[in-house]
């Protein structure tokens, strides 16, 4: 998980001020296949378009992790860049002491010396200043690219081409003080890697299609089991509220996926969870059972439910689905992924 680097409320002002100057006339520079942070671009374009070049007949892909990218940023390296573009030295030397400000966390104060901490306006926008360099090499050299930040994939139609163009791309990154995790890095079918949360299916007829990466759902099941877990100690309304947030934009996001079936499975998240939460408050008592439990459900069935509260898992089985059933989440609110 990446730190993120808050600025002061000030400095986030100012920050601002310069991005609103500063982004439109960076943007237009750009390379066309650059889609992080950039107005009217998002990471399902940049999704869209490596389909894009896969169905064309490229069937390999050069996909490049930088090493923590935004921890690793060279400041010497940046402002060269920067001073091609500002003429202001005045500018420059603002944006070179917000990059060398040092950082407290937890009361104590630490000086910087690379990077541009995530959390800052300026950053997203540094950022694609000094990877520009790489697209534009890229795109002199008629590679078929999408860079969504510091995710760079390369399309290519054989695993030689690719090598070729992973050996580029170390060359280009060492130009400019960055290391490609050769851990996370590979050349490989597009099939086997993930892009911005997305991955690709064969279907049929030398055509793929967009499905959800497996990493990506395994991480919603881990956050769904985390949102209910019994011991939250949250009120019911509480739980609600937060899967419905996240399920929300968790399937907003995936909505490019051409796979219904993927959503069907990713229902089938162990409820015990969920139910567990739910039963949580009826420790309280019997008495308490007609507030919390489904309307409907047998009380002896409630009963049974509530003398298990803490012990959940025992609940897993016929009683819990009882007295809380589907419907009942559908009352409540949550949302379907399947729906």
Request: hydrophobic share 40%; glycine share 6%.
């Amino acid at each position: 998980m990446r730190e993120l680097g808050i600025p002061t409320v000030v400095d986030r002002f100012i920050q601002q001020a310069i991005l609103q100057v500063l982004g439109p006339r960076f943007d237009s520079t750009f390379s066309q296949y650059s889609y992080g942070f950039r107005p009217g671009r998002s990471a399902h374009d940049a999704v869209v378009q490596a389909q894009r070049y896969v169905n064309e007949g490229r069937r390999f892909v050069v996909d490049v992790d930088l090493e923590k990218f935004f921890d690793r940023v060279n400041h010497d390296v940046l402002m060269g860049r920067l001073a091609k573009r500002i003429e202001d030295k005045r500018l420059r030397g603002l944006i070179r002491r917000y990059l060398e400000a040092g950082m407290m966390a937890n009361g104590v104060a630490t000086e910087r010396h690379e990077g541009t901490p995530q959390g800052g306006p300026l950053s997203p926008l540094l950022a694609n200043v000094l990877l520009d360099e790489v697209d534009k090499e890229l795109e002199r050299r008629g590679h078929a690219f999408v860079r969504y930040a510091d995710d760079c994939n390369v399309y290519v139609r054989s695993r030689r081409a690719g090598e070729r163009v992973m050996e580029l791309l170390r060359r280009l990154y060492a130009g400019l003080r960055l290391r490609v995790n050769e851990a996370k890095s590979a050349v490989d079918r597009p099939q086997n890697r993930k892009l911005l949360g997305y991955s690709f299916w064969n279907a049929g007829g030398m055509q793929v299609k967009r499905k959800v990466a497996p990493k990506a759902l395994t991480a919603m099941r881990d956050r769904v089991r985390e949102l209910t877990r019994p011991t939250r100690s949250q009120s019911i309304a509480r739980v609600v509220e937060d899967l419905r947030s996240y399920l929300t934009g968790w399937k907003n996001y995936f909505r490019l996926a051409d796979t219904p079936k993927i959503f069907r499975e990713a229902r089938r998240v162990d409820p015990a969870p969920a139910q567990g939460a739910a039963s949580a408050p009826l420790e309280t008592g019997a008495h308490d059972l007609s507030r919390t439990a489904s309307p409907g459900s047998p009380e002896r069935v409630a009963a049974q439910v509530a003398a298990s509260t803490r012990r959940w898992w025992k609940n897993s089985a016929m009683a819990i689905h009882i007295a809380f059933p589907i419907r009942y989440f559908d009352e409540l609110g949550v949302p379907r992924l399947a729906a």
